[in-house]
């Protein structure tokens, strides 16, 4: 069936902006909301990627960009009768958030669902980290997110609600060489809580999802074989499910996504040391690892077989 025809889909009529969408699990949830009936604006700088001087599973950003990398998705969706417009705004800074909001008002005069996908990931050991590079990793999953929630927020205020899907990280929160991607992902889940709660009177919900998925930024660090399974639409169908009414009532929630199973992610406070004595670090000490009853905190890590000391990756997932 030709998309936009027969059959009702779960976003028909809806205006969906997804950032970071021109290939990875961007352009899979692009194709997959075009295909359910939503107006998909189509974001992405198409950032070049090459291999690292010591070419061992390394990949470094470039400053080259290619339009036609979220062009070509915009034709695929057009062939098939759907519809679609590109942006190349730059979504790591609030100018090019709004950039992108204006042009999904300009051409479509709303803005249902925002899909924020866009990301990079740079893996740096402790003891080699660069300043310029976490700036990048922050400014980009964090800055960026919340520019484009800034810039979507009084349209969808005005309208009366509307979705926004967050994207975090499914490495498991822990691995060596991800302290900065780590801190960016945690940040994700930070703010879409409390986008949740702002929201929540004005109809709007957030939610965010944790994909593993087989992309250029995840094939050099876990290799081909290991993510060989990782089909980008899963996490394409948790971000419909997120985006649309059969979502209604679920906000500020976060789910993990490993092929073939959907976890709930939450942050808790449990149990506790309660004494009506006046604690002392001796005191404490004799108690406290009754209280984490667990394995000491790097022993479940897992070193991808890919690891280098550095690498960066940039672009679409």
């Known amino acids: 069936m030709t998309w936009g025809r027969g059959a009702m889909g779960l976003m028909d009529g809806k205006v969906v902006v997804i950032t970071g969408a021109g290939r990875g699990i961007g352009r899979s949830h692009a194709l997959r909301f075009a295909e359910e009936g939503a107006k998909v604006v ?34 695929e969706i057009r062939a098939r009768g759907g519809a679609a417009i590109a942006s190349g705004a730059d979504v790591s800074t609030f100018a090019g958030g709004k950039e992108l909001i204006d042009t999904a008002i300009a051409e479509y005069g709303r803005v249902d669902s925002l899909i924020n996908n866009a990301g990079t990931l740079t893996i740096m050991m402790l003891g080699e980290l660069d300043e310029a ?76 999802l944790t994909p593993a998925a087989r992309t250029r930024m995840s094939v050099p660090y876990w290799g081909a074989d290991q993510t060989e399974d990782w089909d ?23 789910l993990s996504i490993v092929p073939g199973n959907y976890i709930r992610e939450i942050y808790v406070a449990e149990n506790g040391l309660s004494d009506d004595q006046n604690w002392t670090p001796q005191s404490l000490a ?19 077989p890919l690891l280098k000391s550095e690498s960066t990756l940039s672009g679409s997932r």
């Open 42 to 75: 189509v974001n992405d700088l198409g950032l070049e990627v090459e291999s690292g001087a010591d070419g061992a599973g390394r990949t470094e950003p470039t400053d080259r960009r290619d339009a036609s990398v979220a062009s070509s998705v915009v034709d």
């Open 286 to 304: 004799s108690r406290i690892r009754e209280l984490l009853h667990e394995e000491p905190a790097a022993a479940g890590l897992r070193k991808p």
């Open 133 to 208: 590079k976490l700036v990048r990793e922050l400014a980009v999953h964090v800055v960026g997110y919340l520019g484009t929630v800034e810039a979507a927020w009084p349209h969808m205020v005005e309208q009366g609600g509307g979705t926004i899907v967050n994207t975090s990280s499914g490495f498991g929160g822990s691995g060596p060489g991800l302290t900065t991607y780590m801190a960016a992902k945690s940040g994700v889940f930070s703010i879409t809580r409390d986008i949740a709660l702002e929201g929540a009177p004005h109809g709007i919900r957030c939610n965010s």
């Open 232 to 254: 980008p639409n899963w996490a394409s169908t948790l971000a419909l499910f997120f985006a649309s009414s059969l979502s209604e009532g679920i906000t500020g929630r976060q």
